[in-house]
Each structure stands twice: as C-alpha cells, then as structure tokens.
Nanobody
Framework: QVQLVQSGGGSVQSGGSLTLTCVIA????????MSWYRQAPGKEREFVSR???????DYADAVRGRFTASQNSAQNVVYLQMNSLKPEDSAMYYC????????????????????WGQGSQVTVSS
C-alpha cells in the first residue's frame, strides 16, 4: 500500500500564491506518475494537473499558466505551485498516484490501485 502525506494549503487573498506538497511516504520499486485533483463543496472532484515520472506535466484549462506541478524524485515529493489564485480555486486539493510509472532502471511498471492523499484545504478570498 502506498501512503501519501500532504502539506501546505491555507487561506490567501485573490492574486496570492500557495504551494502544496505531497510526500510519497512508502518506498516502492515503481516511481509512479502523480496527479492533483480538487473538490469544492457541492461539486465533483476535478482534475487539476498530472506530472509523469519523467517530469512531463499536463494541466486543466482552468489552471494552465497559473499552476505548476513539479517533483523531487530523489525524495519522493511532488509539488503544486499555485500562483494568481482566484476565489474559484478554493477547494480541497488531493494528490493521487497514477497506475503507471517507471522502475529505477528505466523500465515501465504498473500498480493496480490508485492512492490518495488526505487533502489540503485552499481558500481564496476576493
């Protein structure tokens, strides 16, 4: 089982910045691709960003150009830097493991289960 531990988040005014951190606390042979999701009250959980084990990243249209996903593979940590925050960015943010990844020797690997972090609250006031 893979354990994810999140930190960061908080309350900022519109236009401010926050950084979320997700530590992959379980050492596995498979370095997994990671994603960020968010869920606002009364809404469904939605995709925010994905960062692959090779560092390639993708973003939802709503955050592209404002959010940046990155990773420190050596320390099993992924980050979500959020700039120019808007009130509509307010939500609980979750990191998630994807099922695909790479082994230390560069081969491909897969997990059968997705794992989620415990969530980080982000509140942006206008």
């Amino acid at each position: 089982q893979v354990q994810l531990v999140q930190s960061g988040g908080g309350s900022v005014q519109s236009g401010g910045s926050l950084t979320l951190t997700c530590v992959i606390a379980t050492i596995t042979y498979c370095r997994l691709d990671m994603s960020w999701y968010r869920q606002a009250p009364g809404k469904e959980r939605e995709f925010v960003s994905r960062i692959d084990s090779d560092g390639g990243a993708d973003y939802a249209d709503a955050v592209r150009g404002r959010f940046t996903a990155s990773q420190n593979s050596a320390q099993n940590v992924v980050y979500l830097q959020m700039n120019s925050l808007k009130p509509e960015d307010s939500a609980m943010y979750y990191c998630k493991t994807e099922k695909s990844g790479v082994t230390p020797d560069g081969g491909s690997c897969r997990q059968t289960t997705n794992y989620w972090g415990q969530g980080s609250q982000v509140t942006v006031s206008s």
